[in-house]
Nanobody, 127 residues
């Protein structure tokens, strides 16, 4: 059973930066596509970014809201993925979830594409 633990959330002013981390255990980290999703209060969970396993070329994917501001990366030696978030906006406030799975391309942006989830870390952006 894969376990995912996020960290790095917190309170930051608009325009600031945060780096989220997600440590995986109990599975073959390098084989999984890793993703970040977020859920704001009263909203549905939405895709933020994903990075394919090395076998998939390590390609990265981003939601339009994240492009140019967020960077997803992974360190297979540390069983860890990261989300560097820059130029944060008020609307980035949400609980951020780490996810692992083997989604086909059409499912990569959906919660259904991922089997394993972390508990989430709260990011609050203030004005």
């Amino acid at each position: 059973q894969v376990q995912l633990v996020e960290s790095g959330g917190g309170l930051v002013q608009a325009g600031g930066s945060l780096r989220l981390s997600c440590v995986a255990s109990g599975g073959t980290f390098s084989a999984y596509t890793m993703g970040w999703f977020r859920q704001a209060p009263g909203e549905e969970r939405e895709f933020v970014a994903a990075v394919r396993a090395s076998g998939g070329g390590g390609r990265t994917y981003y939601a339009d809201s994240a492009k140019g501001r967020f960077t997803i990366s992974r360190d297979n030696a540390k069983n860890t993925q990261y989300l560097q978030m820059n130029s944060l906006k008020l609307e980035d406030t949400a609980v951020y979830y780490c996810a692992a799975g083997v989604p086909i391309l059409s499912a990569l942006h959906t919660s259904q594409g991922y089997r394993h989830w972390g508990q989430g870390t709260l990011v609050t952006v203030s004005s």
